[in-house]
Every structure is written in structure tokens, then in C-alpha cells.
T-cell receptor, first 114, second 112 residues
Framework: NAGVMQNPRHLVRRRGQEARLRCSPM?????VYWYRQLPEEGLKFMVY????????ESGMPKERFSAEFPKEGPSILRIQQVVRGDSAAYFC????????????FGQGTRLTVV | GQQLNQSPQSMFIQEGEDVSMNCTSS?????WLWYKQDPGEGPVLLIA?????ELTSNGRLTAQFGITRKDSFLNISASIPSDVGIYFC????????????FGGGTRLMVKP
């Protein structure tokens, strides 16, 4: 049973470009969470999705950031018109259908904006 | 917003020593979790605590959920070089799925 798969592991974008980060949850997991980690800091919650639904996006910046978890395929975190401050590690976690079961984290995507 | 204050920020200890780190919050959490993160990797769950006052062990690791639900500590006994990494506490509210609030981390360095 493969773990949470994130790709790419590393992504370099120039300012103004778009970044697309992908997350394939563990098999049987229908809940996906995205977190952002700035250097030397803890993870900060961004968005919680179930298949085809955004449940909570209270941690997501209001502009340029969007997330989806389609019926088929991975969850996508999309950052438009990236700026230097978007440089961070972005982690995805997934959990099974039953709530309050601990989530498993992926290895993250390290985004560098140059 | 909510914050978890984790201390110490870093520790440099001798192999074989015991380690203690803690986390405090201004608000109540119903679950406390402790994670370890190695360089370039995602957090890995070490211990989960679900009841106030609960004391749980996982090998050389012991963690406790504070009675007030506003704090937790993690102890590592007889540290070894592979304990090196960053340890994070995280809190979760009721009915919050896995939307976690993380502490700032404790960076542990072990001298052989």
C-alpha cells in the first residue's frame, strides 16, 4: 500500500509563473489536507478537501491560491503568479473516510520562486 | 490565530541522555499529536493522545496530554544518534477532521 505521493518533489518557478502541486492520497483515503511550511517553522494548515468538495479553506490565502480534489485523479494545489514569499515546502496529508483517524503525510513539494 | 508554543527551540545533547520538550496553548485541544520530521521529508506520527491526563509510551518515547488540555510534553529516554531531527507537537479540535495546529518545532541534535 503506497503512502501519500506528492509530485514533483522539487519545483522551481520564476516570479509570475504558475505552480501546480499534486497529491495522490493513500488508497482508500478520501480526505486530503494541504499544509505549508516556511523555513524553520511548523506546518500551517491551508485547506481540507474531500472528493469534489472543499470542506475548509480557512488557511488558504484569498488570492492566487486554489485547490481541488476531483472525482478521478490527484488533488491539485495551484498557485498563480507566484511570488518569492510563496517559496516553501507544501505537504499533503490524507486520512480515511472515518473522521478523527490520524492522517499520513507525503514527502512534500519544495517550491522555490526565483 | 491559534498558536502552539513549543520549547525548547533546539537542543544539543550527548548520546544516552534523556530529552524533554513541551508544548503549550492558549486554547483547548481534544487531541495532541507528536511528529518527527527528518530533513527533506514529511512529518511522521510518533504518538497520539486522546484523553486529558493520558500518558502514552512508544518505545523510548513517552508523551502526556495535560489535564487542562492546553499542554503536552514528550520525553525521549536514552537518546541515540538517529533521534536527530525536528519534533513537532500538533493539536486538533473536536470535529476538525485532521486540520491540525502545529508548534514551531524542537530541533534535536545528538552528539555520539
Amino acid at each position: 500500500n503506497a503512502g501519500v505521493m506528492q509530485n514533483p518533489r522539487h519545483l522551481v518557478r520564476r516570479r509570475g509563473q504558475e505552480a501546480r502541486l499534486r497529491c495522490s492520497p493513500m488508497k482508500g483515503h478520501s480526505h486530503v489536507y494541504w499544509y505549508r511550511q516556511l523555513p524553520e517553522e511548523g506546518l500551517k494548515f491551508m485547506v481540507y478537501l474531500q472528493k469534489e468538495n472543499i470542506i475548509d479553506e480557512s488557511g488558504m490565502p484569498k488570492e492566487r491560491f486554489s485547490a481541488e480534489f476531483p472525482k478521478e485523479g490527484p488533488s491539485i494545489l495551484r498557485i498563480q503568479q507566484v511570488v518569492r514569499g510563496d517559496s516553501a515546502a507544501y505537504f499533503c496529508a490524507s486520512s480515511p473516510t472515518v473522521l478523527n483517524t490520524e492522517a499520513f503525510f507525503g514527502q512534500g513539494t519544495r517550491l522555490t520562486v526565483v | 490565530g491559534q498558536q502552539l508554543n513549543q520549547s525548547p527551540q533546539s537542543m544539543f545533547i550527548q548520546e544516552g541522555e534523556d530529552v524533554s520538550m513541551n508544548c503549550t496553548s492558549s486554547s483547548i485541544f481534544n487531541t495532541w499529536l507528536w511528529y518527527k520530521q527528518d530533513p527533506g521529508e514529511g512529518p511522521v506520527l510518533l504518538i497520539a493522545l486522546y484523553k486529558a491526563g493520558e500518558l502514552t509510551s512508544n518505545g523510548r518515547l513517552t508523551a502526556q496530554f495535560g489535564i487542562t488540555r492546553k499542554d503536552s510534553f514528550l520525553n525521549i529516554s536514552a537518546s541515540i544518534p538517529s533521534d536527530v531531527g525536528i519534533y513537532f507537537c500538533a493539536g486538533r479540535k473536536d470535529n476538525a477532521g485532521n486540520m491540525l495546529t502545529f508548534g514551531g518545532g524542537t530541533r534535536l541534535m545528538v552528539k555520539p
